[in-house]
Every structure is written in C-alpha cells, then in structure tokens.
C-alpha cells in the first residue's frame, strides 16, 4: 500500500510540475495540491499502522476523475490501484 500511495503521490508532482489544467481549462495546480497532501497524510496513517479508509479511497477516485483531463489516465491508474489493493486486503 505505501508503495502504491508513493506512486500516487509522485504522479501528482510531475503533473504540478507540468503546470495541469483541468478538463474545463482552469489551472489544476490547487486541487493537486490538495490531492497531494491527502495522499501524504493517509499514507502517514498507513505508515502508522493505521487501515486506508476504502469509503475516502472511492470518493477521491469518483472527484478526481471529474476534474483530470482523459489524458492524464496514469494518474487515475495509481488510485485505482489503491481502491484494488483495499479490495484486496483480509
């Protein structure tokens, strides 16, 4: 799982890098930024032992695909991956 919430978090960095614009146009550079700092602090919790919230995972799949142009399916992929591996665990 931290490896799958790393992932996530350094896709979210190349596109701020990359300076992303949403689907409607506008500079995505906030809801980056806010998207990364939630992955980093629930990777924090997992770090600690703590289990990843599955209904968080879902709702921050279901907000970030309104708003990530089509191309950017790589992003989508690594949350993805983490919505499977909580699907996955015992």
């Known amino acids: 799982m ?3 919430l790393d992932q996530a ?3 979210v ?4 890098a990359d300076g ?11 809801r980056l930024q806010l998207l990364r700092e939630e992955l980093a602090a629930r990777r924090a919790d997992v770090a600690a032992g703590d289990a990843l919230d ?10 970030v695909a309104e708003w990530i142009p089509d191309e950017q399916l790589p992003l989508m992929a690594r949350l993805g991956r983490i919505a ?3 699907s996955a665990a015992p």
Do not use: C
Not at 13 to 16: S, T, Y
Not at 25 to 30: D, E, I, K, V, Y
């Open 84 to 86: 499977r591996l909580i």
């Open 54 to 63: 599955p209904e968080w995972v879902g709702r921050t799949v279901r907000s």
């Open 2 to 4: 931290l490896q799958a």
């Open 20 to 30: 992303l614009r949403a689907a409607q146009g506008a500079p995505a550079g906030g």
């Open 13 to 16: 960095r190349r596109l701020e």
């Open 9 to 11: 978090i350094a896709a």
